[in-house]
């Protein structure tokens, strides 16, 4: 597939733009541990952790669900914004991307995702930012890309990129007609193959000098 320039570029947020797994781990082990069920490694909850927790937890915990819930997300809020790191390349790939309107589409739940947005001093990047529990649907679902792209006041389309890591973002960028871009070698996920996006970038650096090019290409091009 030949990319053409994007009229907008959302995003994806764990591991497509930041490192916040540890943060992640220890809200998910302190609700394990309160249900004296076995902890889970770093690379489990990497694996493991793509859909929202209000479609995860349930089949998980059953009907005591809201309670690991509350305890998940009272450990997150005390460390995650201590834990939230950028990503190698990407900073630099948010800069070129201010060429276009940008916004995150997050499983997270969007205060939490918000904080850390605002941790970061990211704000200025992006025109949308929206979490789980904040559409009707959370990720693979299309509402949450379609929200945001209301608030950037742009009809999705195929000229808008969705840059993710994993098959839940795949998924959601097919379910709302948008281009679906992997970030990253997916190996978490299956791989790139399993995965087939429309395009696929190694890492920040790759997709900011693709975003630079992209830039000084006409609109309709």
């Given at each position: 597939?030949?990319?053409?320039?994007?009229?907008?570029?959302?995003?994806?947020?764990?591991?497509?733009?930041?490192?916040?797994?540890?943060?992640?781990?220890?809200?998910?082990?302190?609700?394990?541990?309160?249900?004296?069920?076995?902890?889970?490694?770093?690379?489990?909850?990497r694996g493991r952790a793509?859909?929202?927790?209000?479609?995860?937890?349930?089949?998980?915990?059953?009907?005591?669900?809201?309670?690991?819930?509350?305890?998940?997300?009272?450990?997150?809020?005390?460390?995650?914004?201590?834990?939230?790191?950028?990503?190698?390349?990407?900073?630099?790939?948010?800069?070129?991307?201010?060429?276009?309107?940008?916004?995150?589409?997050?499983?997270?739940?969007?205060?939490?995702?918000?904080?850390?947005?605002?941790?970061?001093?990211?704000?200025?990047?992006?025109?949308?930012?929206?979490?789980?529990?904040?559409?009707?649907?959370?990720?693979?679902?299309?509402?949450?890309?379609?929200?945001?792209?209301?608030?950037?006041?742009?009809?999705?389309?195929?000229?808008?990129?969705?840059?993710?890591?994993?098959?839940?973002?795949?998924q959601a960028a097919r379910?709302?007609?948008?281009?679906?871009?992997?970030?990253?070698?997916?190996?978490?996920?299956?791989?790139?193959?399993a995965l087939a996006p429309?395009?696929?970038?190694?890492?920040?650096?790759?997709?900011?000098?693709?975003?630079?090019?992209?830039?000084?290409?006409?609109?309709?091009?």
């Open positions: 597939m030949t990319l053409k320039r994007p009229r907008a570029i959302l995003w994806d947020w764990d591991n497509t733009l930041v490192d916040a797994w540890a943060g992640v781990q220890a809200g998910m082990n302190a609700a394990l541990r309160a249900f004296d069920m076995p902890e889970w490694s770093l690379e489990q909850v793509r859909l929202s927790l209000r479609e995860a937890f349930p089949p998980l915990f059953g009907t005591e669900w809201e309670r690991a819930r509350d305890i998940f997300y009272a450990e997150v809020r005390a460390r995650h914004l201590d834990l939230v790191t950028p990503l190698p390349g990407v900073m630099e790939a948010l800069a070129a991307g201010m060429a276009f309107p940008q916004g995150v589409v997050s499983n997270k739940q969007g205060p939490i995702l918000r904080a850390e947005v605002a941790h970061l001093g990211w704000g200025e990047h992006f025109g949308a930012v929206v979490g789980a529990g904040d559409a009707v649907a959370d990720k693979p679902a299309a509402a949450p890309v379609l929200l945001a792209l209301g608030k950037l006041g742009i009809p999705a389309g195929p000229d808008v990129w969705f840059i993710g890591d994993t098959g839940v973002d795949m379910a709302a007609g948008c281009t679906a871009v992997l970030l990253g070698d997916a190996l978490h996920d299956g791989g790139v193959a429309d395009a696929a970038f190694v890492d920040g650096h790759t997709l900011a000098a693709c975003f630079h090019g992209l830039a000084k290409t006409p609109l309709f091009a």
